[in-house]
Structure formats: C-alpha cells, structure tokens
C-alpha cells in the first residue's frame, strides 16, 4: 500500500491536461491552490479549455523520443502528483494501432522515467473495456481481463508497466479503470464521436444522429465532475496497484440514452443506423464497491442532472457559436 501526504500546496503534472478530463482536473487543482503543469499535444486537447487558468503550458507529445529530453528536465520540478491522462482514442485504434501502442505504451513508458527521478506519485487513466463483456454482471476488478481493440490491449500493458515500476522504484501509484465519461468539453470531430456529446449536438442541429448496430449495446455513464473527485481522493488515501473500476453503477442501452436526450431537446426523429463497430463491447455495467470502499467516494452527479445543467447548456453555446 501507498500514501500519498497532502500538506499545503502542491506540485502536479496533467498530461493530456488540455484535453476533457484533464482540463476539468486542473480547474479544481488551480482552485484548491496547486501548482500545476499542463503537458498537451493539443490532438484532441483544447488551449481555450485552460485559458481562464493559470497554469505552466508545454506542448509536448510524450509518445516521441525526444519527449524524453523535455521529461529529463522536468525531473528538477519535484513533482508531487503525475495525473496521466493523455491517450490515443479507442475509437481510432484499429485505423493506426501503432500509433496506439506509441501514445498508450511508450507515452507511459516515458512518464514512469520521470517519476523514477522524482518519485512522484503516479494515477493513471486506465480503460474500463479491457474486461469485454464478461459472462456475470455487473462487473468488478476480480473479472477476467477480455480485450478486444488495440486500445485495451495497450492500456493493459501500460498497467503492467506501471506496476513493475512501482514495484522495483518505490513509485507510488494508483490505475483507474473509467466507466464511459461525458460532460462539458468533450470534443466531437469527425474521427471523435463521443456518443452522448455526438448526440446532443447533432440533435441541437436538427440533424439525426447515428445509432452504431442495433442500440441495444449498453454504457456505464460517469460524469466528469465524479471522475475528478476521485482522482483528487486517490492522492488522499491509501490504494495498492489492483485497477479502481470508477463507474455510476448504471446500465443503460444507447437506444434508451437517444430517446432521453430526444424528450429533453423535443426531437422528433428516429435515429441513422449503420453497422456495429468493429471491437465493440455489448455490455458496461459496472460495480462501483471498490472504489466507494477504497476511496471514500461515490458518483453525485446523475445522468439527467448532468443533462440539464452542464451538457446540453454548454453543447447550445457552442452551436449557437458556431464552434460546432
């Protein structure tokens, strides 16, 4: 087990801290008074989403070599906390899997090198869809680990990694195994199609959105105010290396997902279909015990609540702008 002693401000290292999560995660870090660094590629990440916040930027892809001379150097910031957030899409694995294996492989690689330096406490985003669809549900951290895209292969070996590296170097950390996030900020594009975002917005353009298969495939929802607050917990109590499953403990089909944001945007029309994707999971539901015991916390945020006051609200503005 480790513990990680929060005493006054702290140091912390955001990589991906540009994009989604990470920008909700450095606007509560900057608000309890860290100092914190921003590390972003800006593939998927946003400047406009840390404009408002005073943090150290760095444009850096951690996946290449020459990351590592720029990691070196970092080593002398003593940082207390690395929040590794930054990844290649799931959804764009099987199109470029070694760039997969690159950005969720060599980029954990490179971040477990400078915490070496600096045992710095380490908390990794890890991916929930390693475990598949197991044959009991719902599903926690004793199941067996089911991959079936590059992405969950390759989250699972930066698992490996970091435990081998906290094992031999004393590196503290904790790995997180998300349910599937949304909230304000989530970026849609057209190779990144976060469906609850993707929905909102095509329904806001009076455009039907697309339903991949029959919709009869199902997603655990957690949104991200819920995922931050652990992550701040994790440096807070004490964890060992088995993956935190984070998750509402909800099941619910995209079928029945499209028809709630339909009733709440008054849209009337059925949805696209085209064909399952390829590596998808058919079933996320999954048991959030673990982490209510280890890190003292429990989902707040409910999926219509989320809706009605940060998705839909911030998705409006940004058609209205005409950013989307």
């Given at each position: 087990?480790?513990?990680?002693?929060?005493?006054?401000?702290?140091?912390?290292?955001?990589?991906?801290?540009?994009?989604?999560?990470?920008?909700?995660?450095?606007?509560?870090?900057?608000?309890?008074g860290?100092?914190?660094?921003?590390?972003?590629?800006f593939?998927?990440?946003?400047?406009?989403?840390?404009?408002?916040?005073?943090?150290?930027?760095?444009k850096?892809?951690?996946?290449?070599?020459?990351?590592?001379?720029?990691?070196?150097?970092?080593?002398?910031?003593?940082?207390?906390?690395?929040?590794?957030?930054?990844?290649?899409?799931?959804?764009?694995?099987?199109?470029?899997?070694?760039?997969?294996?690159?950005?969720?492989?060599?980029?954990?690689?490179?971040?477990?090198?400078?915490?070496?330096?600096?045992?710095?406490?380490?908390?990794?985003?890890?991916?929930?869809?390693?475990?598949?669809?197991?044959?009991?549900?719902?599903?926690?951290?004793?199941?067996?680990?089911?991959?079936?895209?590059?992405?969950?292969?390759?989250?699972?070996?930066?698992?490996?990694?970091?435990?081998?590296?906290?094992?031999?170097?004393?590196?503290?950390?904790?790995?997180?195994?998300?349910?599937?996030?949304?909230?304000?900020?989530?970026?849609?594009?057209?190779?990144?199609?976060?469906?609850?975002?993707?929905?909102?917005?095509?329904m806001?353009?009076?455009?039907?959105p697309?339903?991949?298969?029959?919709?009869?495939?199902t997603?655990?929802?957690?949104?991200?105010?819920?995922?931050?607050?652990?992550?701040?917990?994790?440096t807070?109590?004490?964890?060992?290396l088995?993956?935190?499953?984070?998750?509402?403990?909800?099941?619910?089909?995209?079928?029945?997902l499209?028809?709630?944001?339909?009733?709440?945007?008054?849209?009337?029309?059925?949805?696209?279909?085209?064909?399952?994707?390829?590596?998808?999971?058919?079933?996320?539901?999954?048991?959030?015990?673990?982490?209510?015991?280890?890190?003292?916390?429990?989902?707040?945020?409910?999926?219509m609540?989320?809706?009605?006051?940060?998705?839909?609200?911030?998705?409006s503005?940004?058609?209205?702008?005409?950013?989307?």
């Open positions: 087990m480790y513990r990680y002693e929060a005493c006054g401000m702290r140091k912390c290292l955001i990589t991906g801290g540009a994009g989604f999560v990470g920008s909700h995660l450095a606007d509560k870090l900057v608000a309890q860290d100092k914190v660094t921003v590390m972003d590629d593939s998927n990440g946003s400047r406009q989403n840390i404009s408002h916040l005073s943090v150290k930027l760095m850096v892809d951690i996946s290449r070599k020459f990351a590592q001379a720029t990691l070196k150097k970092l080593a002398s910031e003593k940082f207390d906390v690395i929040y590794h957030l930054a990844c290649f899409p799931r959804s764009m694995s099987f199109d470029d899997p070694f760039r997969d294996v690159e950005v969720n492989v060599a980029g954990m690689v490179n971040i477990l090198e400078l915490a070496k330096r600096t045992k710095s406490k380490v908390i990794f985003s890890s991916n929930s869809g390693i475990y598949g669809t197991p044959e009991r549900l719902p599903i926690n951290e004793d199941c067996e680990d089911m991959p079936s895209s590059p992405y969950d292969i390759d989250k699972l070996a930066a698992e490996y990694f970091v435990k081998i590296y906290s094992r031999t170097f004393s590196i503290p950390a904790t790995i997180f195994r998300f349910g599937t996030v949304y909230g304000s900020r989530q970026k849609v594009s057209p190779t990144w199609k976060p469906v609850i975002a993707e929905f909102v917005c095509k806001l353009k009076k455009t039907a697309t339903v991949d298969g029959d919709g009869k495939q997603r655990d929802f957690i949104h991200v105010s819920d995922i931050v607050e652990a992550l701040l917990r994790a807070e109590v004490e964890t060992d088995k993956p935190i499953v984070l998750s509402s403990n909800t099941e619910l089909s995209i079928n029945q499209y028809n709630i944001i339909a009733k709440l945007l008054n849209f009337k029309k059925p949805p696209k279909k085209a064909p399952p994707k390829i590596g998808d999971v058919r079933r996320m539901w999954y048991d959030n015990a673990h982490a209510k015991k280890v890190l003292r916390w429990s989902p707040k945020m409910t999926l609540e989320a809706l009605k006051k940060d998705v839909i609200p911030y998705y503005k940004q058609v209205e702008a005409g950013k989307i």
